[in-house]
């Protein structure tokens, strides 16, 4: 397999690219595929058997269960990010690490159905908040110290948009490969 293939089995629908500039159409398509995202995965996810979960979307990549537990663990932390930035002037945001929480136990269990509920919950009360952003207040920033850089709102929400697409894709992926590659 080539460099070219593994980078494509990685980033199935690219990496997200920040617009030059954000418009209120893309913060409305971006808060939409949050909003859809839950009832996107649990679509795909709902009858796959224990076996079928723990296909893997890539050689060396989580499996099924562990992306979708990921997706719970990663959402969780966007909403106290946005929260911050709304409420706090340039907060430093606390990063963790995914690769270490998807080993735990919550990150491998193959009962989706607690997971499945969060996200619903979680993605309800996100979209909720993301539709009553002012203007003024997506231009609002936190600091991320693992980049070293300063995140806006708006770029943040298409950064969750595609976080979502990003691993509805790789959950798509590992279904039409059986987990084979």
């Given at each position: 397999?080539?460099?070219?293939?593994?980078?494509?089995?990685?980033?199935?629908?690219?990496?997200?690219?920040?617009?030059?500039?954000?418009?209120?159409?893309?913060?409305?398509?971006?808060?939409?595929?949050?909003?859809?995202?839950?009832?996107?995965?649990?679509?795909?996810?709902?009858?796959?058997?224990?076996?079928?979960?723990?296909w893997t979307y890539r050689p060396d990549g989580w499996n099924?269960?562990?992306?979708?537990?990921?997706?719970?663990?990663?959402?969780?932390?966007?909403?106290?990010?946005?929260?911050?930035?709304?409420?706090?002037?340039?907060?430093?945001?606390?990063?963790?690490?995914?690769?270490?929480?998807?080993?735990?136990?919550?990150?491998?269990?193959?009962?989706?159905?607690?997971?499945?509920?969060?996200?619903?919950?979680?993605?309800?009360?996100?979209?909720?908040?993301?539709?009553?952003?002012?203007?003024?207040?997506?231009?609002?920033?936190?600091?991320?110290?693992?980049?070293?850089?300063?995140?806006?709102?708006?770029?943040?929400?298409?950064?969750?948009?595609?976080?979502?697409?990003?691993?509805?894709?790789?959950?798509?992926?590992?279904?039409?490969?059986?987990?084979?590659?």
């Amino acid at each position: 397999m080539t460099s070219e293939d593994l980078y494509n089995l990685r980033f199935p629908i690219g990496e997200f690219q920040k617009p030059e500039t954000i418009t209120s159409e893309m913060i409305t398509t971006w808060i939409n595929d949050i909003e859809r995202f839950p009832a996107e995965i649990e679509k795909a996810t709902n009858d796959l058997s224990i076996e079928q979960l723990n296909w893997t979307y890539r050689p060396d990549g989580w499996n099924i269960k562990q992306v979708v537990h990921h997706c719970a663990d990663s959402h969780m932390n966007s909403i106290i990010r946005f929260k911050l930035a709304l409420t706090e002037d340039s907060p430093t945001i606390r990063p963790y690490y995914e690769d270490r929480w998807a080993t735990l136990v919550d990150g491998n269990d193959d009962n989706l159905n607690d997971t499945l509920y969060l996200l619903k919950g979680l993605h309800g009360k996100l979209s909720h908040l993301l539709k009553h952003i002012s203007e003024e207040e997506l231009s609002r920033e936190f600091v991320h110290p693992e980049h070293g850089k300063r995140f806006r709102i708006d770029e943040t929400i298409g950064v969750y948009a595609w976080h979502s697409n990003h691993h509805l894709a790789h959950v798509k992926q590992a279904i039409g490969h059986k987990g084979k590659y």
